[in-house]
């Protein structure tokens, strides 16, 4: 069997990510409907809001931890302006400590990821690790998780996933476009740039997916590209389709 080199993403791929997000962003919305009570704010409005300023602050910057807590002070300062309520420092603080407080929650891996990473790395494939975000807080879920020892040094992290990343990896790296295979749930940081360099992909399903993530797929494969709802599914699709070439 040809040797594979495989990346994989990290958040809602490999560990769990999103769930502890929406978590933390159904206690801002508490909060924020308990100091606004008196104004007819709604939950939806107020989710709404501070999904457009995320958002905002993810495409002028990418993916820096500071633009969650600042989407719950902007979103708090928004509606305190719109209806003359004055702002509280009280508040403000505690806002930004909620925030903050989603980086810090215990590292979970998703169902089968040992299995799965075993059993690719034993058939002798090479295994990478590409994710989005900031060093110091994706290398405490590494170590948490101990995936050093599946991916080595070959781990990449950056602020920004897109075909520019992507394609400066593969070539530092030296892949090989035919035998190198994407494996992520983002359709716009993992599938489309991957598509895009004319790798192998695999999408991963999830429950709820970031608004962020979710783009149309205007690339045509020139490899293989598969759509999976579990980890554990990924060994034999590899496998089968180099079986079929």
Excluded at 94 to 119: C, I, N
Excluded at 192 to 212: C, N, Q, R, Y
Excluded at 213 to 221: E, Q, S, W
């Amino acid at each position: 069997m040809t040797k594979q080199q495989i990346l994989f993403d990290l958040d809602d791929t490999l560990i769990y990510c999103n769930k502890y997000f929406y978590h933390v962003i159904d206690q801002f919305v508490d909060s924020m409907t308990m100091w606004f009570g008196g104004y007819g704010l709604t939950e939806m409005v107020i989710r709404e809001k501070q999904t457009e300023i995320d958002l905002a602050g993810v495409h002028a910057d990418g993916f820096k931890s500071d633009h969650f807590p600042e989407s719950f002070i902007g979103t708090y300062r928004y509606f305190a302006s719109l209806y003359g309520r004055a702002l509280s420092s009280v508040e403000e603080d505690f806002l930004w400590k909620l925030g903050r407080s989603v980086y810090e929650h215990q590292v979970e891996p998703y169902p089968h990821m040992e299995e799965t990473l075993d059993a690719l790395a034993t058939s002798g494939h090479e295994l990478h690790l590409y994710t989005g975000g900031e060093l110091l807080i994706q290398e405490r879920k590494i170590k948490a998780m101990q995936l050093e020892r599946y991916f080595d040094k070959r781990i990449y992290v950056r602020s920004r996933k897109n075909i520019e990343a992507m394609e400066d990896i593969i070539a530092t790296g030296g892949f090989d476009r035919a035998t190198t295979w994407m494996i992520g749930n983002s359709i716009r940081t993992d599938i489309v740039p991957a598509l895009t360099a004319g790798i192998h992909a695999i999408h991963m399903k999830t429950d709820s997916e970031w608004v962020f993530n979710i783009v149309g797929i205007d690339v045509a494969p020139k490899g293989a590209f598969f759509t999976l709802e579990a980890l554990k599914e990924v060994p034999d699709t590899i496998h089968g389709y180099l079986g079929r070439i």
